[in-house]
């Protein structure tokens, strides 16, 4: 079964400072990656994925992330963070085979942004 | 383009009490349709998810059910609700072939 661990629940950073959200995945080939925003009361909006290829992808906002078969890592990162990335970031990975495709989601970290 | 809606978008309810949440799909035909829970600083259980009309899979047991009696949408329900059902729930879309899933606003239940 795949599974999905963000080690981090919480991390602050100050405004204008780098940011790395760290994801390890779980599964026995390589699967489809994700990461999602989610600001408070709000549904979950897509920042980038990752299927084949090019192991860095870019994302709205800002941000890219980099997939590391070698570690079964897909980190989140952005350079200069805004106090409006202030949200709740999810990594999600889901099976390229099968019609369901269903998506599995880490814990989630929560990004406080200090002025 | 493609837009999904859920409704309501906020519910509060006293244990015991029946429940139906309907999440709707513009734009797309034939879609994946799935249901997660996202309990309180937690995250995001699946629940339910369907590839067709009819075609329902359950992924954790519970007093929970879902349906599908249109193409587009997609119903979670209860006969009797519990307080472990309190929770914000979310719908979500997938296209034919595609890999992402596209979510509704969500709907937050609190049963008291």
């Known amino acids: 079964a795949q599974s999905v661990t963000q080690p981090d629940i919480h991390i602050t950073v100050s405004e204008g400072a780098s940011l790395e959200l760290r994801c390890n995945y779980s599964?026995?080939?390589?699967?489809?990656l994700f990461w999602y925003v989610q600001s408070p009361g709000q549904g979950l909006q897509l920042l980038l994925k990752?299927?084949?290829?090019?192991?860095l992808v870019q994302g709205i906002k800002g941000f890219e992330a980099e997939f590391k078969r070698s570690q079964s890592s897909f980190n989140l990162r952005k350079p200069s963070v805004h106090w409006s990335d202030a949200a709740e970031y999810f990594c999600?990975?889901?099976?390229?085979?099968?019609?369901?495709?269903?998506?599995?989601f880490g814990s989630g970290t929560q990004l406080t942004v200090l002025p | 383009s493609q837009t999904i809606h859920q409704w309501p978008a906020t519910l509060v309810q006293p244990v015991g009490s029946p429940l139906s949440l309907e999440c709707t799909v513009e734009g797309t035909s034939n879609p994946n349709l799935y249901w997660y829970r996202q309990a309180a600083g937690r995250g995001l259980q699946l629940l339910f998810y369907?590839?067709?009309?009819?075609?329902i899979s359950s992924e954790v047991p519970q007093n929970l059910s879902a349906s599908r009696p249109q193409d587009r949408q997609f119903i979670l329900s209860s006969k009797k609700l519990l307080l472990s059902d309190s929770g914000f729930y979310l719908c979500?879309?997938?296209?034919?072939?595609?890999?992402?899933?596209?979510f509704g606003e969500g709907s937050r239940l609190t049963v008291l």
């Open positions: 979500a879309w997938r296209g034919e072939g595609a890999g992402e899933l596209f």
């Open positions: 990752y299927f084949s290829g090019d192991t």
């Open positions: 369907s590839v067709g009309i009819g075609q």
């Open positions: 599964y026995g080939a390589t699967p489809y």
């Open positions: 999600a990975v889901a099976s390229p085979s099968g019609s369901a495709r269903q998506l599995t």
